[in-house]
């Protein structure tokens, strides 16, 4: 069974432009949620993802939007980056969500913005 | 606002000794509760969790976490670590009544290093 992935890897950017992030869950996963990790605040919540709808939303601006599709990949957007953005960013999958059931985590997506 | 606290943030020890991590959490209703742990190089994959029933739960890898509801804890321990534990351990918590606040609240992580 092939794990979370996420796409790319890794990204610089300059402040002011915009990014998208990419996660492909696990294969029958309708969960889908996306985390910022930073040394200094740990994993922090962004979104999470069910059958296309954002379901649960974390204290991050409105420069962060995602969405799913009907196959239950998930993008992730930050528009107007700023320094403070660098990050490595999440996504995690789950069967029918983080509260009951395990997550599966993706290697991560580091943004690093100049 | 909920909250989760991890004690210790760097931690290091021998081979054999005996580890315990501290997660306190701050909600009172019914909590559901995680600890997840990154190997170095690895995703974040799940140790164990507490959903109701024992309080003692037992995880992968001889990882054990108990939960105290009057002290709002969740510390796991092992009684005999490998160098292979070393890696980052993070405690999430979500309460599991609280309307539409579905979300899992994490601590900062420890850092563990075993030295061999």
């Known amino acids: 069974k092939a794990g979370v992935t996420q796409t790319p890897r890794y990204l610089i950017k300059t402040r002011g432009q915009q990014v998208t992030l990419s996660c492909s869950p696990i294969?029958?996963?309708?969960?889908v949620s996306w985390y910022q990790q930073t040394p200094g605040q740990g994993l922090q919540f962004l979104f999470e993802y069910f059958s296309e709808t954002q379901r649960n939303k974390g204290n991050f601006p409105g420069r962060f939007s995602g969405r799913q599709f009907s196959n239950s990949r998930s993008e992730m957007n930050v528009s107007t980056l700023e320094l403070g953005d660098s990050a490595l960013y999440l996504c995690a999958s789950s069967r029918t969500g983080p509260r009951a059931d395990e997550q599966f985590f993706g290697p991560g997506t580091r943004l690093t913005v100049l | 606002a909920q909250s989760v606290s991890q004690h210790n943030h760097h931690v290091i020890l021998s081979e054999a000794a005996s580890l315990e991590l501290g997660c306190n959490y701050s909600y009172g209703g019914t909590v559901n509760l995680f600890w997840y742990v990154q190997y170095p190089g690895q995703h974040l994959q799940l140790l164990l969790k507490?959903?109701?029933?024992d309080p003692l739960v037992k995880g992968i890898k001889g990882f054990e976490a108990e939960f105290i509801k009057s002290k709002f804890s969740f510390n796991l321990r092992k009684p005999s670590v490998q160098w292979s534990d070393t890696a980052e351990y993070f405690c999430?918590?979500?309460?599991?009544?609280?309307?539409?606040?579905?979300?899992?609240?994490w601590g900062l992580g420890t850092s563990l290093a075993v030295n061999p």
């Open positions: 507490y959903f109701s029933g």
């Open positions: 999430a918590v979500n309460a599991n009544n609280a309307g539409n606040n579905r979300k899992l609240i």
């Open positions: 294969s029958g996963h309708r969960s």
